[in-house]
């Protein structure tokens, strides 16, 4: 069985500050992993995934994580933050051999202080 | 532009009543999924359906059942709504292998 555990359930950062929110999971097989976001009142929206390949992955509004299998993690981290960020972030995991279920952690509140 | 549309943002229900949840996606992915999100417990699977007329069960089925009679659509069903149910029901679309695309959510309050 898979899981996902997310430390952090809030995390306030100063505008223009870097952040890490940080993601761990637990597989005994290869895994998917994914992050997304979801801002007030609306749906997640997929901010980057790691399927295969490069260990670094860019998403969209200036996110990357990293995908370390030692550690087993994916961290999720932005070098600069904007007010617009404030949102819920969830890190997912999945089994590209299973059954395209995704496991998801509890979430991570990023909240923006001006 | 993808899409997944769920019937209603708001729906407020009476305990014991039937409730549906109607959830459509214009991708044409074989997989359809339904969730409920709770403050601090994330997104917990309620069931899952990967063909028409199939259905798996996901973490927390008790209380829910599931009908996708065409590829495009998959239906959430509490037969008889209780208190604890009041949630945030989240639908979801995936070709095979990949992403999953989401749609806006119902906010589902039972009295």
């Known amino acids: 069985a898979q899981s996902v555990t997310q430390l952090d359930s809030q995390v306030p950062v100063f505008e223009e500050a870097p952040v890490e929110l940080r993601c761990n999971y637990s597989s005994s097989v290869s895994v998917y992993l994914f992050w997304y976001v979801q801002y007030p009142n609306q749906g997640l929206q997929l901010l980057l995934k790691?399927?295969?390949?490069?260990?670094l992955v860019k998403g969209i509004n200036g996110f990357e994580a990293e995908f370390n299998k030692s550690q087993t993690s994916f961290h999720l981290r932005k070098p600069s933050v904007h007010i617009s960020d404030t949102a819920e972030y969830f890190c997912a995991v999945s089994d590209p051999f299973g059954n395209e279920k995704l496991t998801f952690g509890t979430g991570t509140r990023l909240t923006i202080i001006p | 532009d993808v899409k997944v549309t769920q019937s209603s943002r708001y729906l407020v229900k009476r305990t014991g009543e039937k409730v549906f949840l109607e959830c459509v996606q214009d991708m044409d992915h074989e997989n359809m999924f339904w969730y409920r999100q709770d403050p601090g417990l994330g997104l917990r699977l309620i069931y899952f359906s990967y063909d028409v007329k199939m259905k798996e069960k996901g973490d927390i089925p008790e209380g829910y059942s599931v009908s996708r009679e065409k590829k495009e659509r998959f239906s959430l069903i509490l037969e008889s709504a209780s208190t604890n149910q009041t949630s945030m029901y989240l639908c979801?679309?995936?070709?095979?292998?990949?992403?999953?695309?989401f749609g806006p959510g119902t906010r589902l309050t039972v009295l």
């Open positions: 979801a679309s995936s070709p095979d292998g990949d992403e999953q695309f």
């Open positions: 790691y399927l295969s390949g490069s260990t």
